[in-house]
């Protein structure tokens, strides 16, 4: 199966090349977050809240997700590993 940067056909949408650039940037920046102190922790508790978000989002449509107390552990512990950010 050929790459998805091969798929173009000579269209030179770009669209690929700007998909790799964003990938470099988001590669980037978790590379520089991970060398300041306390970086791992800090991408560890954004990866769960990242994977945990759309599960409380959809939920509940409604004004607000009703929370349940495994979420407000999750938020509250999250909160705790990164710290003060002032």
């Known amino acids: ?3 998805s940067l091969a ?3 000579g269209r030179g949408d770009g ?3 700007r998909e790799l650039l964003i990938l470099a940037i988001h590669l980037l920046v978790t590379v520089a977050k991970l060398m300041r102190p306390g970086g791992v922790r800090a ?3 954004e990866s769960l809240l990242l994977k945990h978000q759309p599960l409380t ?3 509940s449509r409604q ?3 009703n929370l349940t107390a495994l979420d407000r552990f999750l938020l509250g512990l999250t909160t705790l590993l ?3 950010r002032s």
């Open 57 to 59: 989002s959809n939920r």
């Open 82 to 84: 990164l710290g003060n």
């Open 7 to 9: 798929r173009d056909g």
């Open 1 to 3: 199966m050929p790459c």
């Open 43 to 45: 991408v560890a508790a």
């Open 63 to 65: 004004r607000a997700p």
């Open 15 to 17: 669209r690929p090349m």
